[in-house]
């Protein structure tokens, strides 16, 4: 007996996936992909969490044709909560794995405030080795000179949380990598480390790309630490989608 048909093909050819490559990017089978696109199989609440991730969706997208969402408790309790592929971090990194992996480019992070969540974020996504090239983690100003090559001086103008700090940082994980892209940051996540002049919660973005792009952007997050980097990991997928 064949289940309802279901939505993983219309996501994987979205995506410009072949069977192949979407069995590759869950650890799957082509056959085991193929039998669920056809209702052939059926797709439980563990084949949903295990093919969202890489189609960058809610596992519950997934449910086939017919089939209510509050058919599948699992989805909208414990799983849901706990499964990490269902934040939205997830499925930006997913989206962006998914565009830089079909464009062959590559990845480098420079990161201060967020200690590394972005480069985790990343490769978190099954088929993270073709995209993401390093990760640099720079807490210190100490370690911005000596790991990405911030000038001295820029730090002491600009201050470590600044729009020319972050554009270095970039410039300095492009340079010491063979990236493609590089996306910085760094900011003040608190609950100290706030001036008058630079509240917890301001964060600054750079993007440097092998093309001679240079941009960043300013946000001013609300919330506490935790809530801040993650705010920040987000901005900073989505700054890597809107790279041409």
Known sequence: MTQSPNRIREKRQTLGWSL?????ASG??????????KGLRRLTVDWMVRLAKPLGCDPR???????????H??????????NPALSDINNLAAKVIARYAAEKRKIVTA???????IASALTDIPGASAVFERGFVAYSNDAKIDVLGVLPETLDNFGAVSAEVADAMAEGALAYSLADVAVSVTGIAGP?????N????LVYFGIATKDGARFHYRCDFKGDRNSIRQQATQEALKLLLSVE
């Open 111 to 117: 990161e201060s405030c967020t200690g590394g969540l």
């Open 61 to 71: 997208d997934l449910i086939p044709v017919g089939e209510a969402r509050t058919d």
């Open 20 to 24: 192949q490559q979407l069995a590759d």
């Open 198 to 201: 630079k509240p917890i919660g």
């Open 28 to 37: 799957t089978s082509k056959s085991q992909i193929d039998k669920l696109e």
């Open 192 to 196: 100290t480390g706030a001036t008058q």
């Open 73 to 82: 408790p699992p989805l909208v309790g414990e799983m849901l909560r706990t």
